[in-house]
């Protein structure tokens, strides 16, 4: 089912030209007439009761006063500490734009920059030489506007703990888009050299090795929200895989279709570019959008790691194309087309599994019609197996092959007249898209 929610989260600022940090004070009631009283932390209340018992640890006091199980406490201090690693590999992203600007009469009076934020994760860093690849999303670094440029050519990352009330161009890093798509909404972002990087505690981020999630994970976002600086909320996985569809630009029929993984953790504006993680650190998503309809609460939205994790290799082992207009990465497809059909769901290790068997419509490329596809195997030009896994979902052929590359070889395994057959294909290039 696709569904239709409202554009990206990104923040925009106009014509801003210093990062600006800042707080909200909230005046708090004390729970006198009917109205709320103050907030009170478990941390609080453990400080209580330490009072009275000065060697009482945590763990022993969420045991004894909240009854939380050895298990409970264990998997709470281990997300802390996961959330508290993955702060060190997320960035603050600002992108400039140049667009024209007018006087009080409403004449034009040069230009004048205006600025994007969102956030981004260090996915690669090699901190002797201050080089880093950022993955953020495309519609951070990228505006529909009347720009010089409509891909950013000013982009300025923060680290935790460094982007608040900094000068974007004084104290930002430096960073350049070596790759971007709107079709999958990720831009690759490259710095070099940075000093800044050289001497903090920056770390890279991992993906998930496995290319399934499944719905109840525990996970959490970091992200920029609302240009506040580095922050992470934390929620579940609520659905493993969707489609939705978001209005990219001022143009109504402007509208693209991502898949991607629901989540309850908070997604505010400026979370756009930003983590989705699991309770072991690893990257399951890059968080891109979210349901803000007013009688909807908690659906924001992740584009799988599965994709993304491949697409950003092929960004980097293509960036030499990249000119700025056109993304210069090249995607290897296969000319059929494919349905899934037959769902099945099973509980399997206490998982919700989803499986269905993807299917080939037209005979092409040494398939044929009604060939069902199990499993896909992909080689490097020297004969190494870069990819095999079984297909049991429609969008594994798609997020397998952003391995591909020319001159590697395509084997599907198929089911076909109650036997298993398999195909070596060919797979077509063509421009993963433009960027105009």
Known sequence: MKKVIVSFIA???IAATAFVGGCVSFSGVDGRDGKDGQDVSIYECYELAKQEDPELTIEEFLKKYLSYSGDAVESGFSMQASINRSLFSAVSVAAGFEVSDTNIWGKPSGTKTSWMFGAGVIIDLDKERGDAYVVTNCHVIYTDASAGSRISEN???FLYGQDEDYDIRQYGIPATVIGASRTYDIAVLKVHGSEVLKESNAVAAKFNESDDVYAGEPVYAIGNPETLGVSATQGIISKESETIS?????????????RVLRTDAAINGGNSGGGLFNAEGELVGIVNAKAAESDIDNMGYALPASNVKRLVRLMIDTQSKFDGNNTGVYQLYLDAGLTAQGRKVRLENDRAVISETVCVNNAVSGLEQDDAIRRIVIENASGEVVESREVTRLHHVEDLLLSAREGYTVKLTVSRAGGLVEVPIAVTQ?????VV
């Open 11 to 13: 923040a925009a600022i």
């Open 155 to 157: 982009v300025y990352l």
């Open 430 to 434: 063509r421009d993963l898209d433009f």
């Open 246 to 258: 978001v209005n990219v630009s001022d143009v109504s029929t402007d509208v693209q279709q991502y």
